[in-house]
């Protein structure tokens, strides 16, 4: 399973998002799109728009931290 | 339908404390959540909750996870209630996904950023338009910005994105910044801030994301190329589904000393309510008294 989380150091639901896969056991790569030009516009490309956090797992976007998404993707 | 002991609606400060303590007096209930940490997770600095000398809103609400996890407390988020009412002796709750049914119900849904209402706002939302500098202000760092309003969240906000934008623009609709005058100060020492006094905003346009807004002065107008448009212009109580309970002028729901709403059984703390003064401290004080007045109902009702 391929997971990416686009975040920035001060949002919290980017955090709760992180710490919550974190828990899972599920590893991810984190893009901090405040200091990540290119993860950014890659962000706006998936998503359309530009809030975070946007979590991708094996090419389905979730927009904020929304757990029942992430968990019905996680354990399919 | 299953009958719970109580409901909580909202996972601020309020919200989260009501539950801390339904927990503690092992009662049969749920948390019904747009999110954890309410207004608090996009508070700034918070340096007047006792026990922290200093912490930031953002580990605050991760505070406020750890506590729930703790109890094992049951949540249902992202969830919106939409109407909440009584029938008989129980109360119903609906939310955009379900129903419920329940002895009792807290209300501490809290309040939200009040929206501009001009053409384009909703459009670009999270597309250029956001209520939020702390969550979002770091995915502006490099462009152009507009903050609208003129008091301290505002230019909280404005300060934050100075040291990270070329050039931020600040739209108060009142002939002088109304914030607190340190904070004008602070805001005074940035070369690359706008203040643009006795303006409103008309639109804001742009593509696939905002790229700009047509503000409006005297009656002329100016085009403002910005790619971010933060709006901070004061807070609006999430009430639209209580219809049935008494609110006031503000739409804040009324509440007595011992968090009683106009339907017995039904209970408010925090922001949404009437209580002198929002507080994140204050909010908790109210959350835990709601629980401990729905816990006497339950006793007094003999269920």
Not at chain 1, 4 to 13: D, E, I, L, N, R
Not at chain 2, 17 to 44: E, M, N, P
Not at chain 2, 206 to 214: D, K, R, T, V
Request: aromatic residues 8%; proline residues 4%.
């Amino acid at each position: 399973m391929n997971i990416k989380v686009f975040s920035t150091q001060t949002c919290p639901y980017c955090h709760m998002a992180k710490d919550y896969l974190k828990a899972k056991n599920m590893p991810f790569v984190d893009v901090d799109v405040s200091s990540d030009a290119q993860g950014l516009e890659e962000m706006r490309k998936v998503s359309g728009q530009m809030g975070v956090p946007v979590i991708v797992i094996d090419n389905q976007v979730i927009v904020g931290f929304n757990k029942p998404k992430i968990d019905a993707l996680i354990n399919k | 339908m299953k009958i719970y002991d109580l409901i909580i609606l909202g996972g601020g400060p309020a919200g989260i404390t009501a539950a801390i303590y339904a927990a503690r007096k092992k009662l049969d209930f749920l948390v019904i959540t747009l999110d954890i940490g309410g207004q608090a997770a996009w508070s700034g600095d918070i340096e007047n909750y006792t026990g922290y000398q200093f912490i930031t809103g953002p580990d605050l609400a991760l505070k406020f996870q750890e506590h729930i996890d703790a109890f094992g407390i049951a949540v249902k988020m992202p969830e919106r209630a939409v109407d909440i009412y009584k029938e008989g002796k129980l109360i119903k709750i609906n939310t955009d996904l379900a129903e419920y049914c329940a002895k009792t119900a807290i209300i501490a849904t809290g309040k939200r950023p009040r929206p501009l209402n001009v053409p384009g706002e909703a459009e670009f939302k999270n597309k250029g338009v956001t209520y939020c500098a702390t969550c979002d202000g770091p995915v502006y760092k490099g462009k152009n910005v507009l903050v609208v309003g003129g008091g301290n969240s505002a230019l909280d906000a404005a300060i934050q994105l100075a040291k990270i934008c070329p050039q931020v623009h600040v739209v108060n609709m009142t002939e002088a910044l109304t914030a607190d005058s340190v904070m004008i100060e602070a805001l005074n020492s940035f070369p690359n801030v706008t203040v643009h006094n006795d303006t409103m905003v008309k639109t804001i346009y742009g593509e696939a994301f905002a790229a700009g807004a047509i503000l409006k002065k005297y009656g002329k107008e100016e085009d403002i190329r910005v790619e971010g448009v933060f709006i901070e212009i004061g807070l609006i109580p999430n009430s639209n589904f209580v219809s049935r309970l008494q609110t006031n002028e503000h739409n804040e729901i009324v509440v007595d000393c011992n968090n009683n709403t106009s339907i017995p059984g039904i209970f408010a703390a925090g922001d949404v309510t009437n209580v002198a003064e929002k507080q994140i401290i204050i909010a908790c004080g109210e959350g835990s008294k709601a629980c401990l007045a729905a816990t006497a109902y339950l006793v007094r009702n003999k269920w």
